[in-house]
């Protein structure tokens, strides 16, 4: 059922010589360059991280200097790339290698914070040659279709043959580039929908192929179901100044601190049947005065379907826990998408004012 793993390879790592993307990770093999890269495009786009790839590299070219760095730093070079827990676990890896070296075994590697067997198989075989099979969302769709696997291949038996099927296919004598093809030949050519079979070096090997059946696999799950939520913000403002504060650890069940550092305003969820607008009033306390609605907007994150309602507030006092910072100094604080455009609109709003 395998296809011949020598033709395999020779066919796909001459496609990859040929049609690989000129990207800032591939520059060379540098371990701390590739564990940022294959961090940040975990569940994110090529195109969206490059951009972040290359300031981050700028700000912190090694993980000695990554290490030294705030916690603050850190996460305000992450902000907007989203999944944020990463920042905190390279932040975490870079100061373990900075200790104690790089770890240039499969064992050493998972050791790392935040590296689970995809970024060590990652890592290890592109910068030590470790023969390591990589096994992301790229290569699951282009095995599934080479192999036709009629299983769900994220669980039990249809993983462990896919599992075993890439680590049988492998070249052991370039596993970086082997990987990294796949990836690429699954990102380029084996795309989810309208795959372009016609310019794939392994439609000869692929049963998908041969059965006109590729756009049936891979046999994922159902997705789970987004959620609808509706928050409240209260921008409570005095001068140019507004209240806010790093996150905190909520301390309710199912709260992993995700934004954990991350800046934010008085908000809160909108139970059924509550109104926005009553329910900033409620948050921002007595002492506040109401102005306007300053935005209302949705914001996707994860599975989440956020509508957001801003009220702009002006207040002489603070609310407890909460600190007067200025819009300035906010900016250069780590804040996450929804947050910098609440900043934005307070800014644009101010400046009409
Ligand atoms: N996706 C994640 N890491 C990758 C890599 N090194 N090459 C291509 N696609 C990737």
Redesign the pocket.
């Given at each position: 059922l395998l296809p011949d793993p020598k033709n395999f390879r020779r066919l796909l790592l001459a496609w990859y010589k040929k049609n690989?993307?000129d990207?800032p990770?591939?520059k060379n093999t540098d371990p701390y360059r590739?564990l940022v890269?294959?961090l940040m495009?975990?569940q994110t786009q090529?195109k969206t991280v490059l951009p972040y790839y290359s300031k981050f590299l700028t700000r912190f070219p090694n993980a000695r200097a990554l290490a030294a760095a705030s916690q603050e730093s850190v996460l305000a070079s992450w902000a907007g790339l989203g999944y944020y827990r990463r920042a905190r676990f390279l932040h975490a890896a870079a100061k373990a290698v900075a200790k104690q070296g790089f770890p240039q075994s499969a064992e050493g590697l998972l050791d790392l914070p935040g590296v689970g067997a995809y970024t060590a198989a990652?890592v290890g075989s592109?910068s030590f040659g470790l023969p390591l099979a990589?096994v992301?969302g790229?290569v699951i769709r282009v095995l599934s279709r080479v192999l036709a696997l009629d299983k769900d291949p994220t669980t039990g038996q249809g993983k462990r043959e896919l599992d075993s099927a890439a680590q049988a296919l492998l070249d052991p004598s370039h596993p970086g580039d082997f990987?990294?093809a796949l990836?690429?030949l699954?990102?380029l050519i084996c795309a989810q929908t309208k795959p372009r079979c016609e310019a794939c070096p392994l439609a000869a090997h692929c049963l998908a192929f041969r059965g006109k059946t590729q756009e049936s696999y891979p046999r994922l799950p159902t997705p789970v179901s987004t959620l609808k939520i509706h928050k409240s913000i209260a921008l409570i403002t005095k001068g140019a100044n507004v209240l806010a504060m790093p996150r905190t650890l909520s301390g309710r069940a199912g709260d992993e601190g995700r934004m954990l550092g991350y800046w934010h305003f008085p908000e809160l969820e909108l139970k059924k049947g509550e109104r926005p607008e009553a329910m900033a009033i409620h948050l921002a306390g007595e002492n506040a005065k109401l102005k306007i609605r300053l935005a209302s907007f949705l914001h996707s994150i994860t599975r989440y379907r956020i509508k957001v309602d801003a009220y702009l507030f002006t207040s002489e006092k603070a609310l407890k826990g909460w600190r007067w910072i200025g819009l300035r100094e906010l900016h250069s604080k780590p804040l996450a998408s929804a947050e910098r455009r609440l900043l934005k609109a307070l800014v644009a709003f101010g400046s009409k004012d």
């Open positions: 690989q993307r990207l990770w591939r590739v890269s294959e495009l975990q090529v990652a592109i990589v992301d790229n990987n990294q990836m690429e699954g990102a």
